[in-house]
């Protein structure tokens, strides 16, 4: 049973769009959520993480949105680059037990010049 | 700097044949983690280690193997009973409790 379902599962964008991934999760004990890149050949990188006190959080370019009665959360990268072409992966942790992390299935982004 | 070493990047591996790939972090986290990424797939988890000396099976634990004998380190062992072991190999460490993983940069395991 997949614990957290993620959608698009490619996603193609023009430079300077918006890319937007969207993540949806049951367990209401879960309660970190961060967002990962990962370039091909490499490991994934933590890009961005939220808690669900907030409701929003922004670093840079990149936002997520939550939104907590719907168990939803989504990633929004403004003025997508083409070197934001990269797989990104929505997790999500509850606090206590082991293998507390579960990933969704992952977005292929693609941005064209 | 603090982080997760794997090594080797890119493992060949003949028919029959047991490999070891190694996985090390400095970063002082309890638990560690093995996943196996298969193209245009997601993670799917092989085994975790809360603590040394203890370890439990993932999602996809046949034909692998494991063993956690000092934090700081966490073999995986891809056995010949594995039959379609290509794949790229993710380790990753958290520490106890409610934070995200590190992850290493990954291993390439091909069956020639």
């Known amino acids: 049973q997949q614990q957290v379902k993620q959608s698009p599962q490619s996603l193609i964008v023009q430079k300077g769009g918006i890319s937007i991934i969207n993540c949806a999760y049951e367990n209401t004990a879960f309660d970190y959520f961060p967002w990962y890149q990962q370039f091909p050949g490499k490991g994934p990188a933590l890009l961005i993480a939220?808690?669900?006190?907030?409701s929003e959080k922004k670093e840079g370019r990149f936002t997520i949105s939550f939104n907590k009665s719907a168990k939803q959360f989504s990633l929004h990268i403004m003025d997508s680059q083409p070197g934001d072409s990269a797989t990104y992966f929505c997790a999500a942790s509850r606090q206590t037990g082991a293998n507390n992390l579960f990933f969704g299935t992952g977005t292929r982004l693609t941005v064209i010049p | 700097d603090g982080g997760i070493t794997q090594s080797p990047k890119y493992l060949f591996r003949k028919e029959g044949q047991n490999v070891t790939l190694s996985c090390e972090q400095n970063l002082n986290h309890d638990a560690m983690y093995w996943y196996r990424q298969d193209p245009g797939q997601g993670l799917r988890l092989i085994y975790y280690?809360?603590?040394?000396?203890?370890?439990q099976k993932g999602d996809i634990a046949e034909g692998y193997s494991v063993s956690r004998e000092k934090k700081e380190s966490f073999p995986l062992t891809v056995t010949s009973a594995q039959k379609n072991p290509t794949a790229f190999y993710l380790c990753?460490?958290?520490?106890?409790?409610?934070?995200?993983?590190?992850f290493g940069s990954g291993t390439r395991l091909t069956v020639v």
């Open positions: 939220i808690r669900p006190d907030v």
């Open positions: 990753a460490s958290s520490m106890d409790g409610n934070y995200g993983y590190t």
């Open positions: 280690s809360q603590i040394v000396n203890d370890f």
